[in-house]
């Protein structure tokens, strides 16, 4: 890309930026939990859904160290309604990580990428956001962007590609307000087109939730964080689905630490 792309690219995602930006409550602060707990919330998720539950969860949970000393079943019961609910126990593990090595949230690649549930594009969100380094990465709507913008027409476009075009084109000294203007593009991009992201390689449709697993263990989560001590009968009676499927879904639950069981009787852990 020579340097007239470059300005030419940079003019067309930032001039819609300083019209159309988004006023979203986690751009509002620079406190790396606030952001940590943003970036957690917003895998997978949409932004409308993640903005009541994120000024929830921090009147909640203000701090690290709060979050860190709640029992999961408080932390569970906030997180309902956002689903995966791997992403709630990991972050309160993270917390208590964070809290135990002295309350401060990692400011590298490598300290953020060693919590639970935090991988690389995810680490690369929080510094860019909470402490401004210029980290490469790709979410989804950054992809949208860079697949309209330089791969007309080309289908099965690799992340590969789109990484060193983000590199190339990365404002190393407002990394913040850059990756908002592109992530506020690819939105308005996909709102008015056909998905730019359906081109991509890496492109996966979401698989069905009504009657999946994921649907069980997530209502099991909410059945129990509500009524807590059930056994499997009761609970699959509570939630309707089949009892071996329920059986099923509560021992890989307690298997993984969101539940305890004595007796046959299941608890948040």
Not at 65 to 75: C, F, G, N, R, S
Not at 85 to 109: F, H, M, W
Request: glycine letters at 6%; hydrophobic letters at 45%.
């Amino acid at each position: 890309m020579d340097s007239r792309d470059k300005t030419a690219f940079r003019a067309t995602v930032l001039g819609y930026f300083e019209e159309h930006e988004r006023d979203l409550p986690w751009r509002r602060t620079r406190d790396p939990y606030a952001i940590f707990v943003s970036e957690v919330m917003l895998q997978q998720t949409q932004v409308p859904r993640v903005i009541p539950k994120y000024r929830a969860f921090l009147e909640a949970f203000p701090d690290v160290q709060t979050l860190a000393a709640a029992p999961l079943v408080d932390v569970l019961a906030l997180w309902s309604g956002l689903g995966y609910n791997r992403r709630a126990k990991s972050l309160k593990q993270a917390a208590e990580i964070i809290v135990a090595g002295g309350g401060r949230v990692p400011d590298t690649l490598e300290g953020l990428v060693a919590l639970p549930g935090i991988g690389h594009a995810t680490a690369a969100q929080i510094l860019a956001f909470a402490f401004d380094v210029p980290v490469a990465f790709i979410e989804t709507n950054i992809r949208s962007v860079y697949i309209h913008e330089f791969f007309d027409g080309a289908d099965d476009v690799p992340d590969s590609a789109i990484l060193l075009l983000v590199e190339e084109t990365l404002d190393c000294d407002d990394p913040r307000s850059w990756y908002y203007a592109l992530m506020d593009y690819g939105t308005y991009l996909k709102s008015m087109l056909p998905n730019p992201s359906r081109r991509s390689a890496h492109h996966v449709r979401q698989s069905k939730f009504e009657g999946s697993m994921r649907q069980i263990r997530g209502a099991l989560l909410r059945e129990l964080t509500e009524r807590p001590g059930q056994d499997a009968a009761s609970a699959a009676a509570a939630i309707g689905f089949e009892p071996e499927r329920v059986s099923e879904a509560l021992r890989a639950l307690t298997a993984e630490g969101f539940l305890s069981a004595e007796g046959g009787v299941y608890r948040i852990a």
